[in-house]
Structures are given as C-alpha cells and as structure tokens.
C-alpha cells in the first residue's frame, strides 16, 4: 500500500506519541505496585515458588519460544518469515483498580490499554483467527482491538473452572462471584483450506490452575479447527509451550 509522505509523517508522529504515553504509563504503573505493596504479596511468593518449580523445565522438541518483551520485539521480521492462521493472546489487561481487594492478589505485571492496542497485530495474518482472553471490565476494549487489527467476532469460548473434586470453582468478583473465563474469538479474510468447522464445543469444563494459566483444552480445540496450521500465541509462558507452536513472552 502507499503511503504519501504526509500520512507517513501524521503515523509516525503517532507512534512517538504512544511510545511515549507507554512509557510514562509503566513507570506510574511501577509506582503504584510499590505503593499498593503488589510485590510483597502472598501471590507473588506463590509465583516465585512456581518459577523454583519451572528451573529444570525442559520445552517440548518441536515448540518455538521466543523470550522477547512483545512491545518492542520485532514483530515485522516475524511477519515475513511466516504468517499465522490462528493467533492466541491472553493479555495482562490492566484491572479498574491497582489495589485489588476481597482476597484477589495480582501477581503479574499489567499493560495499559493503549500499549495492547500499539501491537502490529495486522502484520502477521492475512486470512484467519484470534483468540483473545478477557476479563469482564474488558470485553468492550477487546472488540474494539479485534476491530482495529481487522477482524469480525464470530465466537466465544467459556472455561468453566473446576476444583480437583469436579466441583465449580468459584472466584472473587465485584458483584457476582466468578466461575468462568471468556475467550473471544475473532475472524479475518477467507476461511483457512484446513479449517474443520463444529468439531469442538465452545464450552470447556476444565480444572482450575495457577494463577493466569490457561486450559490446555483450548489448545486442543484450535488445533481441531484448523490441523496443520501455523499457531502463534503472544503474551505466553513457559506453561504454555506446545509442539508446533510459536510462542512469544518474556516470561518464557
């Protein structure tokens, strides 16, 4: 596509402007943590133990991790180097309020909204799907992010948590306590040649895990939607590795 050069100049003055704005928003970020004392909490010695766990953690033979900060890692040489039928993300969306009460510890670092929405994820799927994790002050965010980099919403995935009991696993929440994830899903371009339509249930009845871990039945279910494709997902972690997978996070 061309670009003249004034349009190329109003772009760029944007992304300085947002680089920007990204930067003075996590030094106040860090400020606040400080304060609301995030990092001596329960939770994040909880996370800590967990790293211990992960020390001798051995990545399967055919995953791809890349460990790389995804608000300045390159993503365009990614993109020339394959483009992806399904994109998965579970984004550290920023809460309402950074001193979390009624037992809810954060133990992971949060992005702003406009560092999420500052990622090129238009360069690297032509025609396919994106799976996006979202907490519920966020689902509003999210389609405007699908909009944004080009995609319909067409789905939603619910994980419904369990105890080791099989029981539901309730969580904290501001009006109603919280049983469930959602997973959003959004399309673009023409359906993948691979793509397997109602092969899976969009509801996933899984036990709950560690603090921001995911079911690995949503990996299956991608994989069932679309065999053989090429899988990336961002924000991951080093629980979240899989054979075949492309995967991005600086927690890896």
Excluded at 77 to 94: E, G, R, T, Y
Excluded at 138 to 147: E, S
Excluded at 218 to 225: D, G, M, S
Aim: charged share 25%; proline share 4%; net charge negative.
């Amino acid at each position: 596509m061309d670009v003249d050069g004034g349009s190329e100049k109003t772009l760029r003055e944007r992304e300085r402007d947002i680089r920007a704005r990204i930067l003075v928003l996590e030094r106040e970020i860090a400020e606040l943590e400080k304060k609301c004392g995030v990092e001596g909490s329960s939770a994040d010695a909880a996370t800590k133990a967990s790293e211990v766990d992960m020390s001798e953690f051995k990545a399967p033979e055919w995953s791809v991790p890349i460990r790389a900060n995804v608000m300045n890692f390159d993503w365009e040489q990614l993109a020339s180097a394959c483009q992806f039928d399904v994109i998965l993300m579970d984004p550290p969306w920023q809460l309402a309020s950074q001193a979390p009460t009624r037992g809810v510890a954060i133990a992971y670092q949060q992005l702003p909204d406009v560092c999420i929405e500052s990622l090129p994820i238009q360069l690297l799927q032509t025609s396919g799907f994106i799976f996006i994790w979202v907490i519920n002050n966020k689902y509003t965010k999210a389609f405007q992010l699908m909009k944004q980099w080009g995609y319909t919403y067409v789905d939603d995935i619910a994980w419904v948590k369990q105890t080791v009991n099989r029981r539901m696993a309730k969580g904290h929440g501001y009006y109603l306590q919280h049983a469930k994830e959602t997973c959003l899903v959004g399309k673009k371009g023409s359906d993948p040649p691979n793509l397997q339509k109602s092969v899976a249930s969009d509801v996933i009845f899984s036990e709950r895990r560690g603090q921001s871990q995911k079911p690995e039945e949503l990996y299956e279910i991608i994989e069932e939607l679309i065999p053989g494709g090429n899988y990336l997902e961002i924000f991951g972690r080093k629980n979240n590795l899989r054979d075949y997978w492309v995967t991005v996070g600086n927690e890896l």
